[in-house]
């Protein structure tokens, strides 16, 4: 009798998200120094850090090997589109986990042309639907009432990300796929979502389709005629004992002033934007994520430092740019926007078999 009521308890605690809410935040204060040093290994630290946050928030609506298991599968999505962009040459971000949001990398740099972000988007669906391949397999050959059917769901819910993923509106995956196919895909996904949140209402997709609309909005109205206004800020610092020592009369903290600059860009299409301010002996080099055409460099303020080996000055500058859209970035060869065009269509109906195929043999 005493094992049954055990269990009972055992139960009820899996089932009340305080007691999982509880056991994580033990778990992270117990080990929260481990942790800690794991963020000194860099990027890495970080991408397990917020799996393990992910693995938790999960774990309050679904069992947790569950939640386990569907991280590691949003995992396998994201690192195709690392591969992805390493074989294109483009430098990425690790992996960054949000609960109940999935994850996401960033680009240090934007892609030349619309195939390449096409390939990058389709690095993440065409990996994930292996990975949630090899979990269905694992579940047809296990063949096991106890385990099986994790694996099924699992493989599920892998397929159904995937195949959301592949819907055509910006920032998912078949939004960018989009840029190398026809850009009046941009238009179904903005109608079809639109569809997709009235009849089976969801609060991620309804905050996905607004910034997507939102985005349309101004690409193809607000800033039709002129590009988008933006700007990007760095900061230097520049040693401020030798300017001192040559007499020369420190600007204060809230000093504004306009700076010349030489932009220019590599043969990988990364633009950069040369600042100098002769008065301070000083020369620095901010990079555009996007092709821009420069309105002005000015610094916003001055922060006087006071180090070991003397005064410093960090110099706060920003650069105001207008977003500059090259039609030759969606120049796309019709053979290669076919192959994309079938790709696209071949993998979303793969995984729409695929989802009946698991209901089918794991009764789900």
Not at 190 to 211: D, H, T
Not at 254 to 274: I, N
Not at 296 to 320: I, N, P, S, Y
Request: proline residues 5%.
């Amino acid at each position: 009798m005493r094992r049954s009521v055990t269990g009972l308890q055992q139960n009820n605690k899996k089932k009340n998200p305080f007691w999982m809410i509880g056991t994580v935040v033990v778990f992270l204060l117990a080990k929260g120094k481990w942790l800690l040093s794991l963020l000194k290994f860099g990027k890495f630290g970080g991408v397990f850090i917020s799996m393990l946050l992910s693995i938790g928030g999960y774990a309050l609506l679904f069992p947790w090997w569950f939640a386990v298991g569907l991280v590691l599968l949003i995992l396998v999505h994201e690192l195709g589109h690392v591969i992805a962009a390493k074989q294109k040459g483009l430098p990425v971000s690790a992996p960054v986990f949000i609960p109940f949001l999935g994850a996401l990398i960033t680009m240090k740099r934007h892609p030349r042309d619309a195939v390449t972000e096409a390939y990058m988007a389709f690095g993440g669906p065409i990996l994930g639907t292996v990975g949630a391949l090899v979990v269905f397999g694992l579940g047809y050959l296990i063949n096991s009432p106890t385990y099986s059917p994790l694996f099924y769901s699992l493989a599920l819910a892998g397929f159904m990300i995937n195949l959301f993923n592949l819907l055509p509106i910006h920032p998912l995956d078949g939004g960018r796929i989009a840029t190398a196919v026809s850009r009046w895909l941009w238009l179904v996904g903005l109608v079809g979502g639109l569809v997709l949140i009235i009849y089976n209402f969801s609060f991620i997709l309804l905050i996905i389709w607004a910034m997507f609309a939102y985005d349309l909005y101004k690409k193809f109205v607000k800033h039709r005629k002129h590009g988008e206004q933006r700007m990007v800020s760095a900061s230097f610092l520049v040693p401020a004992e030798p300017l001192i020592e040559q007499g020369y009369i420190i600007p204060g903290e809230e000093h504004k002033r306009e700076l010349p600059f030489v932009t220019y860009s590599d043969l990988e299409g990364q633009q950069f934007v040369h600042v100098i301010w002769e008065g301070l002996k000083f020369q620095g080099t901010i990079p555009l994520m996007q092709q821009g055409i420069i309105q002005k460099v000015h610094v916003t303020r001055l922060e006087r430092l006071q180090k070991e080996e003397g005064l410093h000055l960090m110099v706060h500058c920003q650069v105001d740019y207008e977003l500059f859209e090259n039609d030759r970035y969606y120049e796309v060869p019709n053979a290669t926007r076919w192959t994309y065009g079938i790709s696209y269509l071949a993998l979303a109906a793969f995984l729409f078999g695929m989802m009946a195929a698991v209901h089918k043999v794991g009764n789900i």
